[in-house]
């Protein structure tokens, strides 16, 4: 007999043990989200409340769900390369950095498909939160600042930093 797990679309996407309840999207609705490694299984999180959001609220199907995991594995990977410090350390940093690197046009993608369920963007890695940059990454406009929100934003290239 499977097990539940199996039966799960989202099975790679929870993680083992649960997001406690406090850190998890508790918005009436979800308008706007990002995409962003933070250390765990789920890497979609409310632009709103910076929560981390269950992907049964957005309702995408299995081949999405199997990509965000990919996408947030292969990330994780290089992010704690760079976080070891050890002699991987800069080369990881630069493929984080690498506008045209997989992994970040992999995360662009996947945010421009998770658009069609809400507005998606894209939390661009950067080193030092005291530099954060002011112009985007990918097409060199201005950033642009929303009041209420930590983010600063590329519209048209759904990034944020």
């Known amino acids: 007999m499977p097990s539940d797990k199996m039966n799960d679309t989202y099975s790679k996407l929870r993680p083992e043990p649960p ?4 850190e998890i999207c508790d918005c009436a609705n979800i308008s706007e989200i990002y995409l962003a490694h933070k250390l765990g299984s ?18 995408f199907g299995e081949r999405l769900a199997e990509t965000i995991a990919y ?3 292969v990330y994780g990977s290089l992010y704690q390369l ?4 050890g002699e991987y350390e800069d080369w990881a940093r630069d ?3 690498d506008p045209k690197g997989q992994v970040n046009t992999t995360g662009i993608d996947l945010v421009k498909e998770l658009s ?9 890695f950067y080193e030092n939160t005291s530099q954060a940059p002011d112009r985007c990454l990918l097409c060199g406009a201005n950033l642009i600042v929303r009041e209420g929100i930590l983010f600063k934003f590329c519209e048209p290239c759904l990034l944020i930093t």
């Open 71 to 73: 996408w947030n594995s």
């Open 82 to 85: 760079w976080l070891d410090s």
């Open 42 to 59: 789920n890497p979609i999180h409310c632009l709103g409340c910076s929560g981390e959001v269950l992907p049964d609220r957005l309702e």
């Open 95 to 97: 493929r984080l950095l």
């Open 19 to 22: 997001t406690p309840k406090d």
């Open 116 to 124: 069609s369920f809400a507005k998606a963007y894209y939390l661009w």
